[in-house]
């Protein structure tokens, strides 16, 4: 991390980032397997650049630019992980731009150790994105939104936290953009943590037929760190609605982090249900891990997973082998971690 000092002295821009890379060996059951030098098996590789100048009054001004790195493979970046801009006060903070949803931050708070990266990824964000993909909506919806307005209450709540966000369609009479509306509420207390999310996306009234006409997403989780180990746990619940007919969704996912010596064992159990029309298939996951801290910066890791795919699911740990209907998937992966 770099901290810049701009021409004012209550103005400063840091520059940050982490690069995660290792192996990673995919294996669809009855079909075929894949290793690869793979990026993000513990955490996602990134760089970016924020910034702060303090208004006084207690108001300050911020900014923060994210985008995403491929270390295997670089041959792209954008800033597409996180852009906006922002005014903070007594009375909260006021974020215009491309944001993560509040439904994805529950997800993310509350899903165990992995949430999105490497084989032991959280099979509820897996089953989210092969729901929200199925139904042509692609994720637009389901992790950030652009265009968006956001305000997140004051801190000093007494344990409270809580986001709103708005994400504006920016087409013409509608058109066939998305309209987003979200929020979150939670609580802290010591070693207890419990959060909630609702959100709703509905189509444009041009949106074609093979489009979602609305999107409601749900999440609620609750976590306790019990010194010895932290257990976190999430339940969501999604419904798409296409003009011809619903498409439904639910998962539970529960991780536990157990710290010893410089490290932690790390695992995590989900399952997930489909509910289509003509489709109720289901499918499992286990996984289990070790982080290995060489610094506050650096880390060694290695992960493995399985999942159980049941009436028609075709689920994976990730990979370019595509799932196989009822037949199961495993994965291994190891790499190193280290943050900037």
């Known amino acids: 991390m770099l901290a810049i000092g701009a021409c004012h002295a209550q103005s400063t821009v840091t520059l940050f980032g982490l690069i995660d890379t290792g192996v990673a060996h995919y294996r669809v059951h009855g079909k075929g397997s894949q290793t690869a030098l793979a990026s993000d098996g513990l955490a996602s590789s990134r760089l970016g650049f924020r910034g702060q100048e303090d208004l006084g009054g207690g108001l300050s001004a911020g900014f923060w630019l994210e985008g995403s790195l491929a270390v295997d493979n670089p041959t ?6 996180r852009s ?75 344990g409270f936290s809580g986001q709103f966000q708005y994400g504006l369609p920016e087409a013409v009479d509608g058109g066939d953009a998305e309209r987003y509306l979200g929020g979150r ?118 992960t493995v997973a399985h999942v159980r795919n049941r009436r028609g699911a075709a689920l994976t740990v990730g990979g370019d082998v595509a799932g196989l209907a009822d037949h199961a998937a495993s994965g291994q992966n190891f790499g190193i971690r280290h943050a900037f």
């Open 185 to 302: 509420l939670g609580y802290r207390q010591g070693a207890f943590r419990v959060g909630a999310a609702y959100s709703r996306t509905l189509g444009g009234p041009k949106a074609p037929t093979t489009r979602p006409r609305d999107i409601r997403s749900a999440s609620l989780g609750v976590a306790y760190d019990f010194g010895v180990a932290s257990v976190e746990a999430l339940y969501a619940q999604d419904r798409v609605q296409m003009p011809l007919g619903s498409k439904r969704f639910e998962g539970a996912t529960v991780g536990v982090t157990v710290p010893v010596g410089p490290g932690e064992i790390r695992a995590s159990y989900g399952q997930v249900a489909f509910r289509y029309p003509g489709d109720r298939s289901r499918a499992s996951k286990i996984a289990l891990g070790y982080v290995h801290h060489l610094s506050k910066r650096t880390a060694l890791y290695a």
């Open 76 to 81: 792209s970046f954008d800033l597409a992980r």
């Open 84 to 158: 906006t801009v922002s005014l903070a006060g007594p009375w909260g903070e006021l974020r215009l731009g491309r944001d993560y949803t509040p439904t994805y931050l529950i997800q993310s708070d509350f899903s165990g150790p992995w949430v999105t990266n490497g084989v032991g990824e959280s099979i509820v964000y897996r089953g989210r994105a092969v729901l929200y993909g199925s139904a042509n909506a692609g994720q637009s919806s389901h992790v950030r939104v652009s265009n968006s307005v956001g305000y997140f209450l004051p801190r000093d709540l007494g």
